[in-house]
């Protein structure tokens, strides 16, 4: 497309789509028009693919997540399609900033973290090698909450993405289906009708999702809750305003906004609810298709594999079962078959806390006939074990986990440590039954947003030295490897680091008032807060090194910013303090004339996919500090060192499998294993002992407690100090010694400019296996069973 072409196709679409005329149109308006213009060319790609995936009659791949973090979709669709120069120059023509229409585009926060934007990174993989899949969510009115800090306090606020028209869905009205709730059951036989009590109807909205080079393009099919009967003119008509509205405002607070949990169990009705409406709505919807298809259910696992994004959609299993036999009437046995086949399930947590259940009470009431084929189900497994045990419904509740296990042919964990764990502990007697069932995939981040479009400039220098085959070959990444050797080379890495760090400390200048030097080691914690992923212990290494430099100032300190990123659960009081703190040591440290030439503490508020684009291509250091055994696998890990900086962190998720890439000389690595872990917590005062064994530690701790930070209420962080020394169950303070010395290993190796970044760069070379196009690959192989389709270059 010529820049001409693109510059009509976007005044076209400003006109004839927004309404708006050229002198009068804002940034939005230009906005829209330019992303409708990029649209155009993707629906095509688009048709294309579906209508092949019909014609070859292909077996289709169904993710089903209740969180879809797809951040914002604009740069990637003109970068994936090829049209970055053409769009670039009209919008000059035009005297538009690119920056000002990239910015506007509003965060779409469909997830809370993690797991949310795995599911974002797999639609585009899928998409990039030919895959015909598609993705199912809920298309939440309001996404995960907008941070603010008031007194350095988080507050939230509605995150209202859906206010102004989003360019990227089409409505579906024609796809509604009617979703039941309550009721009661009549069985007849082995089969039964269920007779719902409350029925709404989920509304289709689809997405395209494109691949590199638009060679392949899917679908993101979000599901909207509407009221089966709309507005009551009746009763409005006899006066009866506000009533009239009910049923409508009852329906749609189904979609209306995101949990902003992760890995608490909430036991919520509504979740229930949302759950069952998700999987119901897009379970119809796959067997429609294939009913469409086909003639005979047995050929389901054949043409069909539904993935379960954790146990969040794990009533698949059952839902699918009621269908095929109640509705079908397929022989029970041959059902759950048919079912399992069809199902894998990925495990993303072993947190205790964060493993699902509900109550078979509100269970029953809500689901009463998926109850009665659950406990079919547990039945039909103990007589195909010869167990006893083991059910997914006991003690009061449907345990998901095993509900998930027992309905999938595959189970998979999201990096090796995670998979291993999931063998000895959580899964430990369902993998002794089925030792063919778990497999690992590990995680894998998308290099086409994750290092291509969030940074231009490594991007440039890479392409430059061995092509740009590396965007959808990011094993080929290697081949940077012979560069790293190369002075010269390494001069204009550095430069590209360099450059990514102004550009981070204009914007931190310019948004948080605060000025860093570019120079210092950027050592960034970005993630969701919580005690398990130790915020709390990077804030106490801080404190022991601000004091260390206020002992002697003129010592010749290494100069840091220490960034932090992320959003409290808000009920979760414990994180939400680890936030206030981080914000009380900035306010006192970024103003200490003695320390802020070498510390600074910087916390942007509304962590998003959009401040980690920011973020990361700007980074030396990592931080990935979790207790080992904790965090499943971890994907910013992944993301900051392809983009080369260098992790400190312990071996924990795919921390290790990074580590065994970029080689253990690499890698500042501290902290007990998950094993030390396990036995060190059992033996009493575990705390209290490595307090009294580090002063530093100590000192730090003390500093807090006696409102060093909050001198208005010394008391302010007793939760946290006490929790610390006397309980911490998370570890932090025995392991905090080890991580000080991994810190000081740091600040040595960053004086040697030149190695620093030597090694920076062969995180970068030695990172593409992380790319999710092989973890997508891994599922296909090991999960899926499915090929995909052979691509053919844009013409
Ligand atoms: C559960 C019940 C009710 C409401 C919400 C939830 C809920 C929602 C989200 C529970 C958990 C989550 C999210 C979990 C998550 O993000 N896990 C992360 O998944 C990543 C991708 O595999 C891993 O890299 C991280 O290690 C893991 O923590």
């Not at 291993?420 to 063919?436: N, Q």
Request: charged fraction near 25%.
């Amino acid at each position: 497309m010529t820049s001409a072409e693109m510059k009509a196709a976007i005044l076209h679409h400003l006109v004839y789509t927004q309404g708006k005329d050229a002198v009068t149109a804002k940034t939005y308006d230009w906005r829209m028009a330019l992303s409708y213009a990029v649209r155009d060319k993707i629906v095509d790609r688009w048709f294309e693919a579906t209508r092949r995936a019909y014609a070859e009659k292909r077996k289709r791949v169904y993710y089903l997540s209740l969180e879809f973090l797809i951040g914002r979709l604009l740069k990637d669709a003109i970068i994936n399609m090829r049209l970055e120069e053409s769009v670039l120059d009209a919008l000059k023509d035009l005297g538009i900033e690119w920056e000002e229409i990239i910015e506007d585009e509003p965060d779409a926060a469909l997830g809370n973290g993690g797991l949310g934007r795995l599911a974002a990174c797999f639609m585009e993989s899928q998409a990039t090698l030919g895959l015909p899949a598609m993705g199912y969510g809920i298309r939440y009115e309001n996404g995960l909450f907008r941070q603010r800090f008031e007194d350095g306090r988080q507050v939230e606020e509605p995150e209202d993405w859906l206010n102004q028209a989003h360019a990227w869905e089409f409505a579906r009205p024609e796809v509604s289906i009617d979703i039941g709730f309550g009721g009661h059951v009549q069985e007849i036989g082995s089969r039964a009708n269920w007779y719902p009590s409350e029925v709404l109807i989920a509304r289709a909205h689809d997405t395209p999702v494109i691949g590199w080079k638009g060679r392949w393009g899917n679908t993101l099919r979000l599901w909207e809750a509407r009221p089966m009967h709309g507005f009551d003119l009746a009763r409005f008509n006899r006066g009866d305003h506000t009533a009239a509205a009910e049923p409508e405002a009852m329906a749609r607070t189904l979609s209306r906004v995101l949990y902003p949990d992760d890995h608490t169990e909430q036991g919520k009705e509504l979740r229930l609810k949302q759950e069952f409406f998700h999987t119901a709505a897009s379970i119809r919807d796959i067997l429609r298709r294939f009913e469409s298809e086909y003639d005979d259910l047995r050929l389901l696992p054949k043409k069909a594999a539904i993935q379960i994004n954790d146990t969040h959609p794990a009533i698949a299993g059952p839902e699918l079962v009621r269908i095929l036999h109640d509705e079908r009437g397929i022989d029970f046995e041959e059902a759950v078959g048919i079912a399992r086949n069809t199902i894998s399930y990925t495990n993303h947590t072993l947190l205790p806390e964060a493993l699902e259940t509900w109550g078979e009470a509100r269970m029953g009431r809500l689901l009463p006939r998926h109850m009665q084929l659950i406990d079919r189900i547990d039945d039909l497994h103990r007589r195909e074990t010869g167990t006893h045990d083991l059910n997914a419904h006991h003690d009061g509740k449907v345990h998901m986990g095993t509900l998930g296990f027992i309905m999938a042919h595959k189970v998979n964990g999201v990096a090796a440590l995670h998979t291993e764990l999931m063998k000895s502990t959580v899964f430990k007697d369902l993998h002794e039954l089925h030792p063919e069932k778990i497999v690992n995939e590990t995680n894998g981040v998308t290099p086409r947003r994750w290092l291509l479009s969030c940074n231009p400039r490594l991007s440039s220098l890479i392409t430059d030295s061995i092509g740009d085959n590396w965007v959808d070959h990011a094993e080929d990444l290697k081949k940077l490897e012979p560069f790293t050797e190369d002075a010269g080379w390494i001069e204009k890495f550095t430069a590209a680091k360099h450059a990514n760090k102004v550009d981070l400390s204009n914007w931190i200048a310019e948004t948080l008032e605060i000025s860093v030097d570019p120079d210092s080691i950027f050592d960034i914690q970005v993630k969701r807060i919580h005690e398990y992923k130790r915020q709390h212990m990077n804030l106490l290494e801080t404190i022991a090194y601000w004091l260390e430099i206020r002992d002697n100032p003129n010592a010749g300190w290494t100069p840091r910013v220490k960034i932090f990123g992320g959003k409290a659960f808000p009920n979760y009081i414990y994180a939400k303090e680890m936030v206030h703190l981080a914000n009380d040591m900035a306010k006192v440290m970024n103003s200490d004339p003695l320390t802020s030439r070498f510390l600074k503490v910087v916390f942007p508020p509304n962590y998003n996919v959009s401040l980690a684009e920011r973020l990361i291509p700007a980074a030396d250091l990592s931080e990935q500090i979790s207790t080992a055994g904790k965090e499943a696998s971890g994907t910013g890990n992944m993301k900051f060192s392809l983009n080369g900086a260098l992790t400190i962190g312990t071996l924990d998720g795919a921390n290790v499998e990074i580590r065994e890439l970029v080689g253990a000389e690499n890698f500042f690595l501290f902290g007990m294993t998950a094993e030390e872990v396990m036995t060190h917590r059992a033996e009493a005062g575990h705390a209290a002992r490595a307090i009294a064994a580090d002063p530093r530690l100590a000192r730090a701790l003390e500093t807090i407690r006696s409102g060093g930070f909050s001198p208005e209420e010394p008391g302010r962080y007793h939760m946290i100090t006490d929790n610390l020394t006397h309980h911490d169950y998370f570890m932090v303070c025995s392991d905090f010694t080890d991580y000080w010395r991994a810190q000081r290993d740091v600040d040595a190796a960053f004086a040697d400019k030149a190695e620093w970044a030597r090694v920076a760069a062969l995180n970068t070379a030695r990172t593409g296996w992380f790319s999710s196009d092989r973890t997508i690959r891994g599922y296909m192989r090991d999960v899926w069973d499915v090929e995909a389709a052979p691509l053919v270059d844009l013409a």
